[in-house]
């Protein structure tokens, strides 16, 4: 029976993947026969080592909050846990940054990868409450440093007048691994327990390692005079340039690491009959859609409504759960979030590379995405604490409103005018900020 089923999860896992392999493929080598073979063969690696890293780390979404319960943790508790990952993304944000623009980025890449392989296999041999924080810091790690490093390479590699197709196709290892890994973490925890779960993960990310290590990376020409060079890591969060959309990314995580902490455990208390890595497909099924639409539109019709549009997605996704008493309404709100999601950070990584020159992406992609590291670090443990006098839906019901004040945050004040805010969000005005507009002006 053992047997049965384990070769019914390879068998549903490798036939997803070849489902979602297949279409990718065709999208991202329709960009891919415009360059050069050399670079083809690079870009399609980087996207395998993407696919694996995402799949292993989103092994656990799930899971790993039943498992923090099932070893005696409250609801603080697990959103405490939960959150330790984003004290690792805070902690190791900075050095990442600049270690990606001074010595490299697949030596970061690397860095981020070695953490996926080896965060759950920590897990797996521990079950205490502070060991498991600690555990998860350093799983907080893997996102501070593979994806700082893949979307500061893919914008290296891209030639700028493809850069947000480019970006938004490279980016679909996130949406596809959001849907292969917690499918194949729920499955394996439903049939044979944690303790697999968690091997599977981590074999994941030894091949990914492996795959990797075959990355070449462009080298990058620094220029000099920068004013930013001379600005310390963190005074960049007052950058105009950098600024909102770090705002706009707090509050995004605060929501998001919400959304990824309590789903599972409201979906067991709603008493809701969903395999909980359903909701984590239909999220990225919208996200993988929507990602084909928007990279090459954006370069079309700018950054600004997008961003509008996915935040507005935020709005809706979050009244969906807070209203949610059947699995439909679920896994419509996942997918609707999936949408936002799959907006969101490509064209945010888009915004901040049309903001900055090649040797300074590192440092101001870092820093703005600091903004939604703090968002997923204080979503557990402080909205945890909201969770035991509101309950999981009066959560979700704030996080609604969370949701629309980054919207009218990004609508009134993108710009260093209302007006020019107002025409930037809703496509009807470039964007101030960015290098080739302010090179010209």
């Known amino acids: ?53 995402w799949s292993g780390l989103a092994a656990h979404l799930p899971t790993l909050p039943l498992y923090i319960q099932s070893v005696g943790a409250n609801e603080q508790m697990v959103g405490t846990v939960m959150g330790a990952f984003a004290v690792g993304l805070l ?23 070695a953490s996926v392989a080896v965060a759950p296999l920590g897990y ?63 499955y394996i925890h439903e049939w044979f327990g944690f303790g697999p779960m968690f091997l599977s993960a981590a074999g994941l990310g030894i091949v990914g390692l ?66 909980v890595g359903l909701f984590y497909t239909a999220v990225a099924i919208a996200s993988f859609v929507i990602r084909l639409i928007a990279g090459p539109a954006s370069d079309r019709y700018g950054r600004g409504p997008f961003i509008s549009i996915s935040l507005v997605c935020y709005v809706l996704s ?33 915004l901040m590379a049309d903001r900055s020159l090649p040797h300074e992406r590192g440092r101001t992609f870092g820093v703005c995405m600091v903004g939604f590291d703090v968002g997923i670090a204080l979503a557990g443990p402080v909205l945890g604490a909201f969770a035991v006098h509101l309950g999981y839906r009066g959560l979700f019901g704030l996080c609604v409103i969370l949701a629309l004040l980054g919207l009218l945050i990004f609508l009134t004040c993108s710009s260093d005018e209302l007006r020019l805010s107002l025409r930037f969000a809703l496509g009807q005005g470039r964007d101030i900020y960015a290098v080739e507009l302010r090179e010209d002006g």
């Not at 893997?142 to 893949?150: K, Q, V």
């Not at 493809?162 to 959001?178: D, Q, W």
């Not at 707090?250 to 008493?271: A, R």
Request: proline residues 5%; positive net charge.
């Open 1 to 53: 029976m053992i047997v049965k089923r384990l070769v019914t999860v390879a068998t549903l896992f490798l036939a997803s993947s070849a489902s979602f392999l297949h279409s990718s493929s065709r999208v991202v080598l329709s960009v891919l026969q415009k360059l050069s073979p050399e670079l083809q063969r690079n870009l399609l690696v980087l996207f395998t080592a993407g696919l694996l890293f």
């Open 91 to 113: 902690l190791s944000r900075q050095w990442l940054a600049q270690l990606a623009d001074a010595r490299g980025r697949k030596l970061v890449l690397l860095i981020g990868m």
């Open 124 to 186: 797996f041999m521990t079950q205490a409450i502070p060991l498991l924080i600690a555990i998860r810091a350093i799983h907080g790690i893997s996102i501070a440093a593979f994806a700082l490093a893949y979307s500061a390479l893919v914008v290296d590699l891209s030639p700028p007048q493809h850069r947000g197709e480019l970006i938004g196709y490279m980016s679909l290892v996130n949406p596809i691994g959001l849907a292969l890994g917690p499918a194949m973490g729920g």
């Open 210 to 275: 492996i795959c990797t290590a075959q990355v070449q990376e462009k080298p990058v020409a620094r220029a000099i005079d920068r004013t930013t060079d001379a600005l310390p890591f963190w005074r960049l969060l007052g950058d105009p340039r950098i600024r909102i959309p770090a705002l706009i990314l707090l509050l995004v995580g605060l929501t998001f690491g919400t959304l990824s902490t309590f789903v599972p455990l409201f979906i067991k208390e709603v008493g809701v009959p969903l395999n």
């Open 318 to 350: 979050m009244g969906l759960l807070w209203q949610a008493k059947d699995s439909i309404t679920f896994l419509l709100a996942g997918a609707v979030e999936g949408a936002g999601s799959g907006i969101l950070i490509p064209m945010i990584a888009a």
